[in-house]
């Protein structure tokens, strides 16, 4: 039983007929639409996907990073950072996820698209904060969740658990400062220790 009025195969269908040649890969698996597209066709896809009649997916639900660097602890195969937009279609009633992958991972850099779903604004600056995804054309390209200062980029997957420096409200400066991290490192994995006679029974060794 599908949640939506259009079966899913339907949507590709669809989608894939908008899209052309622009799209690299388009599949459904669990009963979701995935394309994927190349960072030089991707703002074109998605004034496509926006406007085409078949397609009218006129809100974005949702737009993230993803760090590949270590996707289910194999090696890196292709570009590390990715973009991936949950769109939907209130007039047709039907979903899609669009993924488009930065090319350079030294520095990943994709088109912003602000000026086709406005909600992007700050899932941009999310991704940019947090993955240092850089979206080019993007009016206000700031950190969002983090501090000013703030150093790197927290959910590489590279980032150290105890981050770079750490702040602290200096009283005889009156502001806030930055030091080098003295956190540390604690073993978090839990250990049973017991005793010989532990509830009466001898242990085993």
């Known amino acids: 039983m ?13 989608v894939d007929a908008a899209l052309g040649d622009l799209l690299q890969s ?13 960072a ?14 078949d397609c009218r997916f006129e809100q974005m639900m949702d737009l993230c990073g993803v760090d590949y660097s270590t996707y289910k602890n194999e090696p890196l195969q292709g570009p590390r950072y990715c973009v991936v937009l949950h769109l939907l279609s209130v007039s047709l009633n039907q979903r899609v996820r669009l993924k488009v992958f930065a090319p350079d991972d030294a520095m990943p ?10 909600a992007a604004n700050w899932f ?24 000013y200062g703030f150093i790197g980029h927290p959910f590489r997957k590279d980032f150290p658990l105890s981050g770079h420096v750490e702040m602290r409200y200096d009283a005889e400066q009156r502001r806030v400062v930055y030091q080098p991290i003295t956190i540390e490192p604690r073993e978090i994995t ?6 010989e006679n532990y509830a009466g029974m001898q242990q085993v060794h």
């Open 2 to 14: 599908t949640l939506y009025a259009v079966h899913i195969q339907t949507v590709k269908a669809r």
């Open 26 to 38: 388009s599949n459904v698996r669990l009963d979701e639409l995935t394309v994927v597209v190349s």
């Open 40 to 53: 030089a066709n991707y703002h074109q896809v998605a004034q496509t996907l926006r406007d085409h009649p």
């Open 109 to 118: 850099v994709v088109t912003s698209v602000c000026n086709i779903w406005s």
């Open 124 to 147: 941009e600056r999310e991704a940019f904060d947090l993955f240092g995804i850089v979206f080019e054309g993007h009016d206000d390209l700031r950190r969002i969740l983090t501090d």
């Open 190 to 195: 839990p250990r049973i220790i017991r005793e």
